[in-house]
């Protein structure tokens, strides 16, 4: 079965897509969406489903996409624009029939790393080692998107929801 993992973002969406197969999972493709700065945010969004939509024609076959639920303590702008592309993450997954899960961040760094509140380079590093990469995954956005489908790898393969 195929997982896309999204770390939801108005500037940059990161995604990963993995292939779980008996409590094994293999990375077949990851990266960023990045959407042009000082375009209006309505093309921004549009940016944003037309490339998601991308990924999923090479990847007609996921099975589940799990999205990062939002975590803003503090600004209230950038929050309601990441609102915004999850809104449009969300609806173009559905549209799909893809199954949709959603993971807090918290869940996501402790599952990867052991410890809830790990830092980004100790993220990039579980997935390098993890997966056998040469190098960690850049950027930081994309070795989200890998930690958040492989976060719930042990759940997928015992049949479960989040």
């Known amino acids: 079965m195929k997982c896309l993992g999204i770390d939801p973002g108005v500037e940059r969406m990161g995604y990963g897509v993995l292939d779980v197969a008996r409590g094994n999972s293999r990375?077949?493709?990851?990266?960023?969406?990045?959407?042009?700065?000082?375009?209006?945010?309505v093309q921004r969004l549009c940016t944003l489903q037309r490339d998601l939509s991308s990924i999923l024609d090479r990847h007609p076959d996921v099975a589940v996409a799990v999205v990062e639920e939002l975590f803003f303590a503090k600004n209230r702008k950038t929050a309601m624009m990441v609102s915004e592309a999850r809104g449009v993450i969300?609806?173009?997954l559905a549209s799909r029939g893809i199954?949709?899960?959603?993971?807090?961040?918290?869940?996501?760094k402790a599952s990867v790393t052991g410890f809830g509140r790990a830092r980004k380079q100790e993220i990039q590093r579980m997935i390098q080692l993890t997966f056998r990469l040469s190098e960690p995954p850049q950027p930081d956005d994309a070795a989200d998107a890998i930690a958040i489908a492989l976060a719930v790898v042990p759940r997928l393969t015992q049949g479960t929801h989040l």
């Open 99 to 108: 199954r949709i899960e959603e993971i807090k961040p918290i869940e996501v």
């Open 27 to 41: 990375l077949l493709e990851y990266g960023v969406v990045q959407t042009p700065a000082g375009i209006e945010a």
């Open 90 to 92: 969300l609806f173009t």
